[in-house]
């Protein structure tokens, strides 16, 4: 088998974590990296991990002129500007097959198709990386439970979330950049793993369709004066003046277009999380039987009393977004693996080179999208959204959430 080159643009917190899951992945090197900081330091992990000769390039055409697919590893606010970037540099002779792109595909249904437009013109296989529905966890329980439910019938709820207590770069928290707060961020984590949950054995990953949307966005914690100071002082952003909801919770209804069997998804994301670290939670009922995943429930865990807490360096690389330091803490012995992204390289890179799209590909991304932009749309409405209706399925194509347009304090301090 050969192996797959693979370029980065972009080498920030995921990035580097999708390099800690190549050491787990076959038949792929990181041979080129293009970013505005934190390349050299990336390519030098990548040489000492025996991940490739990785180059630093100056440019994204560079790297695409040097690599097989690249994979786009940049803030949401950069998308489009990478992606005509790359399709441009396909254009005069770029040997690339194929582009990743990291969740969410776009900030707007209009952002996203254009994403999805730009990779066919180039002719690019393409992979969108939504790490949570390569979870073991998930699938290992789902495959384990495939024989009740060919008895008893398929999940009929299925419950996801994603909580942490804030992000940890500045753009994140400017919703005009990242297009939103924890909803646009996370939110097409928990909707996206509730519809994979609830998709019966053998169906492909659109199969069930999405009927109806309820949502509702708040600012529980980040909108009071002291918190909104902390952001003003450690990132610029003032949310006395362009707020981002930091708690959603909703439900999205599914049906079975074979049965017509009506099937929920609840989910729930959180920038207010005040606990010891990153939680994803998940469990799913059906007839007779049920799942559940809690990240925080790890077979390892250490003690670090007060004393010693003061010798503690980085409660980072026991867990993600750790938020103490001291107590009895959870600790997972391969995260990178936990949470999805050494299955979702190993199926990229399986993917392209066997001349296919990744499991996810960005049709199914902008999907995702679709319906993160219909929970905005539904929140703001305060209405439960028909998504059958052409009205707003129309609506939806052009729409743009009033928090990402900056416009947040009409919907969260009314
Ligand atoms: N799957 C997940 O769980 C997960 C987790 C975190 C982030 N993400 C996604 O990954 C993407 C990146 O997030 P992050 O946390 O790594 O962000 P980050 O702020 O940590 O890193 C961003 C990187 O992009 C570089 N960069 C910024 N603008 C650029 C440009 N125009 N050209 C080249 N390089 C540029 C920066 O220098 C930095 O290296 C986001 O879209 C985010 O939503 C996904």
Known sequence: MKTLRLGFIGSGFIANFLAVSMKQVRHCELSGIYSTSGAEELAAYAKKNGLGETVVYNSVK????????????????????????????????????????????????????KMVELAKEANLLTSYFENQLHMNAINNALNQLRPQQNVMGNFTLARSTEEHAGPHSGWFWDPTQQGGGVLSDMGCHSIAVCRHILTPE????????????QCDTSLLKWGQPKYRQQLMDKFGVDYSKTPAEDFVTGIITFKNPETGQLVKGQFTNSWMYDKQGLRLWMDAIGPGYAM???????????????????????????LEKSTASRG??????????????????????????????????????AEV?????????????????????EKVKKELKSYRSLISQGKGADVLFS
């Open 62 to 113: 560079e790297v695409c002129n040097h690599c097989d697919a690249v994979v786009i590893f940049t803030p949401n606010f950069t998308r489009l500007t990478i992606m005509e970037e790359i399709a441009g540099a396909v254009k005069d002779g770029a040997p690339i097959k194929g582009v990743i792109c990291e969740k969410p595909l776009g900030r707007t249904v209009a952002e996203a198709e």
């Open 369 to 389: 999208t679709y319906l993160v932009q219909a929970a905005y749309m539904a929140a703001e409405k305060g209405e439960t959204l028909d998504l059958t209706d």
């Open 328 to 365: 009895l803490l959870a600790v997972h012995s391969n995260e990178a693996d936990f949470y999805g992204y050494t299955t979702e390289m190993q199926d990229a890179v399986n993917s392209f080179l066997t001349g296919k799209d990744g499991m996810l590909d960005f049709e199914y991304g």
């Open 202 to 213: 053998g169906k492909s990953n659109r199969f069930l369709e999405p009927v109806a949307m």
């Open 292 to 318: 559940e995943v809690n990240s925080l429930i790890s077979p390892l865990e250490i003690f670090i009393g007060d004393e010693a807490a003061e010798g503690v360096a980085d409660a980072e690389t026991a």
